[in-house]
C-alpha cells in the first residue's frame, strides 16, 4: 500500500525553540494532508487541513500562529510548532490522500516533548 | 457536529475468540476507517470502507449506511491483535459544513488477548 514517512519520530526541545515536523508521501501525490494531535489517553484530533498550494485550515482552538503548515508540493507537508511550551507535548500525526475518495493513509507519527 | 461512538471501550478476550467492536456516528459520511494504534503510537489503516463488507485475513469490517454502524470483527484471535482500534470517518462534502474535512475519530477500543 502507499506509504506516508513522517520525520522525526521523536524530538525533545527546550520551551520557546521550534520544531519541524515532515510528512511525506513516497509514492503517491497528496492533494491533501491532514495533522492531528493525540494527549495522552485521548482520541485523535484534528488540527488542520492542508491543501497543496493553498493555506491550510485550521480546527476551532488551533492557533495558526503557533503551529504553521506548509504543504508547498504534492508529496511534502510540514508542522512547524512554534515557541513551543510544556502543553505542546503531545504526539502529532499526519495522514494524506490523493483525493477525496480515496483512502488516507498514515505516517508513523511523532513524539515531541518540551522541556 | 459529528459524533463517533465506539464500543466496547476496553476488552479482554482469551486467544482464539471472535471479536467485534462497533462504531455508529451521526452524519453523513465519505467513508469509514478502521485503524489499529500500536502502543508505540504508530497507526495502521485497517480498512477504508463506504458501503458492504471488506475481508482482509482474520479481519472483517461491515458498514451499514443507513444505520451508520459499522463493525469490525476479528476471527481466532491472537495475542499479537492487542492494540487500540480505532474507527474514524470523513465526512460526505455535504455535512461537513464547508469546513476542514478531516477525520473525525472514536476514542477507540482497547483489545487485549491473552494466551
Not at chain 1, 6 to 31: N, Y
Not at chain 1, 61 to 68: H, R
Amino acid at each position: 500500500g502507499a506509504v506516508v514517512s513522517q520525520h522525526p519520530s521523536r524530538v525533545i526541545c527546550k520551551s520557546g525553540t521550534s520544531v519541524k515536523i515532515e510528512c511525506r508521501s513516497l509514492d503517491f501525490q497528496a492533494t491533501t494532508m491532514f495533522w492531528y494531535r493525540q494527549f495522552p489517553k485521548q482520541s485523535l484530533m484534528l488540527m488542520a487541513t492542508s491543501n497543496e498550494g493553498s493555506k491550510a485550515t485550521y480546527e476551532q482552538g488551533v492557533e495558526k500562529d503557533k503551529f504553521l503548515i506548509n504543504h508547498a508540493s504534492l508529496t511534502l507537508s510540514t508542522l512547524t510548532v512554534t515557541s513551543a511550551h510544556p502543553e505542546d507535548s503531545s504526539f502529532y500525526i499526519c495522514s494524506a490522500r490523493e483525493d477525496h475518495y480515496t483512502e488516507a493513509f498514515f505516517g508513523q507519527g511523532t513524539r515531541l516533548t518540551v522541556v | 457536529k459529528n459524533e463517533v461512538e465506539q464500543s466496547p471501550q476496553n476488552l479482554t478476550a482469551q486467544e482464539g475468540e471472535f471479536i467485534t467492536i462497533n462504531c455508529s456516528y451521526s452524519v453523513g459520511i465519505s467513508a469509514l476507517h478502521w485503524l489499529q494504534q500500536h502502543p508505540g503510537g504508530g497507526i495502521v489503516s485497517l480498512f477504508m470502507l463506504s458501503s458492504g463488507k471488506k475481508k482482509h485475513g482474520r479481519l472483517i469490517a461491515t458498514i451499514n449506511i443507513q444505520e451508520k454502524h459499522s463493525s469490525l470483527h476479528i476471527t481466532a484471535s491472537h495475542p499479537r491483535d492487542s492494540a487500540v482500534y480505532i474507527c474514524a470517518v470523513f465526512p460526505s462534502k455535504y455535512d461537513s459544513g464547508g469546513g476542514a474535512d478531516g477525520l473525525t475519530f472514536g476514542k477507540g477500543t482497547h483489545l487485549i488477548i491473552q494466551p
